[in-house]
């Protein structure tokens, strides 16, 4: 399997202005099953709908399962394709234990495609920042539990839904939970958009035997999403300002993306007959992104940062995040969390 360090990027056709139904046209997905975490609202729901249209059968995994069913219903107006509904909180470690539980049969896409941005500190039940705890650990644990369907699939595809406010900062190994440090929205986020990309370098080496590719994608400056509900203006100002932050308009000239356009890279990472085998790396804008100079300014939001696809950091991260996960007595870590030979 090519990994995140090969000299060879991945380009394509597509780009900044693509959308979802163009980069899947001509695709078939029938018979091939799907999950997308946050699926009900934003690039989570044109993902579903793009996948849908191809003629995958879509489960939108929500934490609000009454705004999950309207999407369901748009997607199958819009599709003639009808879409599940099944609750996910991310944050709880039973809902995630019981969503895996329940699902049967084989999986062939994952896309870990939910996430949150919180103004103040708050904690899960097990102490964790709320922030890490759902961007992270909840698709951690999610894609263990799922780890035997996705196998099953033969050439399942995890996509990790990362962000450009990666840049914002690596992971604090030594303080994740934030118990000696300063909270802050944008470290918060910002670290947890680099443990997604970390987790697609770790799943990709470690389950590629499996069958299983996985890769991280950024969607872009997108206005129209629901990331940003738990903000007040202010708030949003403060943490665009506070570049590099996930969504500043620097670097891609001034436009916004649609929903259509942000949700273009996950489905061709998902689908495009170009990434077969193909896992580890991180796109950006329908393309493999190179790795950003450490010394280019901060008001961009292109590249990919050199700590975010390291593999000693891939492998710590998932063994930290077993480490949190154990206490839980999670069936799926003790069949497919075991450490990997390091050698």
């Not at 934003?42 to 999950?68: C, F, H, P, W």
Request: with cysteine.
């Amino acid at each position: 399997m090519t990994n995140s360090t090969s000299p060879a990027l991945i380009h394509t056709q597509y780009g900044f202005d693509s959308t979802a139904a163009e980069v899947i046209e001509g695709i078939d997905l029938s018979g091939r099953r799907a999950i997308v975490t946050g699926g009900s609202s934003g690039i989570g729901m044109e993902t579903a709908r793009a996948l849908a249209s191809a003629g995958a059968e879509v489960t939108l995994a929500v934490r609000d399962t009454s705004a999950g069913r309207r999407a369901a219903a748009s997607i199958t107006a819009a599709t003639g394709k009808a879409a599940h509904v099944s609750r996910l909180d991310l944050a709880s470690q039973p809902s995630v234990a019981a969503f895996a539980a329940g699902w049967t049969g084989p999986l062939d896409l994952l896309i870990n495609n939910a996430g949150v941005i919180l103004p103040v500190l708050q904690r899960t039940p097990e102490r964790w920042e709320m922030t890490f705890a759902t961007n992270h650990l909840g698709h951690f644990a999610l894609a263990l539990g799922l780890h035997d369907a996705l196998a099953a699939a033969g050439g399942a595809r995890i996509v990790s839904v990362s962000s450009a406010g990666h840049h914002r900062s690596p992971v604090i190994f030594d303080d994740i939970n934030f118990i000696r440090r300063p909270y802050d929205p944008g470290l918060a986020y910002g670290q947890s958009k680099t443990a997604n990309v970390l987790f697609a370098v770790e799943a990709a080496r470690r389950w590629g035997s499996d069958g299983i590719t996985a890769n991280a994608v950024q969607p872009g400056p997108v206005a129209a999403t629901g990331l940003n509900r738990h903000l007040e203006p202010d708030a949003l100002a403060a943490l665009q300002a506070a570049a590099p932050y996930a969504e500043t308009l620097n670097g891609s000239q001034g436009r916004y993306k649609t929903t259509a356009q942000g949700a273009a890279t996950t489905v061709l990472v998902a689908t495009s007959p170009q990434l077969d085998g193909i896992g580890g790396r991180y796109f950006e804008d329908c393309n493999q992104a190179p790795v950003r100079d450490p010394g280019t300014p901060n008001n961009t939001i292109y590249g990919v940062a050199a700590y975010a696809i390291d593999p000693g950091n891939a492998n710590r991260l998932w063994d930290i995040s077993l480490q949190l996960l154990r206490s839980h007595d999670n069936h799926a870590i003790a069949q497919h969390g075991a450490p990997a030979d390091t050698s």
